[in-house]
């Protein structure tokens, strides 16, 4: 077990990805903290995972919530919590731009720097992880507020790998491409769904087993060299033909 005796910290972990991630870093010996709005889906999460698993209660957009949840320095971080609004450019509204920029990219700002201090003042080392998107390294139409927080957050990893590498922090980030979550089921129902689906290389859409080994090479001693990079996870995507 590659994780024990390690504490982590999963973000946005009462669904989809978040979910997925406490388990796979619990089955490898971390005691994991899920953090999210929705306590009561955390509590059957953690119920489920055991090991010491504990639900925490964070709402990612307000700083009381963020430093009250770092109690302690984690080993391992997962920034994960996110949200995402399809909408034109054009027509987008202040309040729904503010919502996406202050969940995706203020909240995981607010939580690795939290991380950070935490680890500094602990005196020892940690790894933290943004989950970021390919929306974060090229775009697509309506979902400019999600791309730009994307490739902020992009951006934010190799800034804090920087600043933190002589702590003995380590920042990286995981960009997947397509996944099938509550965030975006409703989209690959419909025809454009699956009409993206062929664009992509392999034809299909990644599922949530993709991303253990990459999240695992960046949680444990395995990534020891690695920081201030970021991982695709997209079945080709990103190199689609032109
Ligand atoms: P999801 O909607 O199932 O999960 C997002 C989680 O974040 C939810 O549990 C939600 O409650 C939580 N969250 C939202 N706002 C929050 C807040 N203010 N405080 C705390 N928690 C909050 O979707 P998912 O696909 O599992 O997304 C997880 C992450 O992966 C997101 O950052 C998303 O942008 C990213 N991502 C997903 C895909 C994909 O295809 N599913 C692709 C690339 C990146």
């Known amino acids: 077990m590659k994780l024990e005796g390690r504490t982590a910290l999963v973000t946005g972990a009462s669904s989809g990805l978040g979910a997925h991630f406490a388990q796979v870093l619990a089955l490898q010996g971390a005691q994991v903290t899920c953090a999210a709005r929705r306590v009561d889906r955390l509590k059957a999460l953690v119920a489920g995972i055991g090991n010491g698993a504990r639900a925490l209660e964070m709402d990612v957009t307000r700083p009381d919530s963020v430093q009250a949840g770092f109690d302690q320095a984690y080993d391992i971080v997962v920034n994960n919590a996110g949200v995402t609004h399809d909408g034109r450019a054009l027509e987008i ?122 999240l695992l090479l960046l949680a444990s001693d395995d990534g020891a060299f690695m920081t201030g990079t970021e991982i695709v996870v997209d079945g080709g995507h990103l190199v689609s033909s032109l």
């Not at 731009?97 to 680890?119: E, K, M, P, S």
């Not at 927080?149 to 190799?158: F, H, L, S, Y």
Request: glycine share 10%; hydrophobic share 45%; aromatic share 6%.
């Open 93 to 214: 509204s202040e309040d729904d731009w503010n919502w996406v920029i202050d969940t995706d990219l203020n909240g995981v700002f607010r939580v690795a720097q939290a991380a950070g201090q935490a680890l500094v003042s602990a005196g020892k080392g940690g790894t933290i992880i943004n989950i970021a998107s390919i929306l974060g390294l090229r775009v697509a139409g309506n979902l400019s507020a999600y791309a730009t927080a994307k490739a902020g957050v992009v951006q934010m990893t190799r800034s804090l790998a920087l600043e933190w590498a002589r702590h003995g922090i380590r920042v990286n980030a995981i960009c997947p491409g397509y996944i099938e979550t509550d965030i975006n089921r409703a989209f690959f129902a419909t025809e454009a769904g699956q009409a993206l689906i062929k664009r992509v290389p392999q034809r299909r859409l990644g599922r949530m087993q993709d991303l253990d080994g990459p």
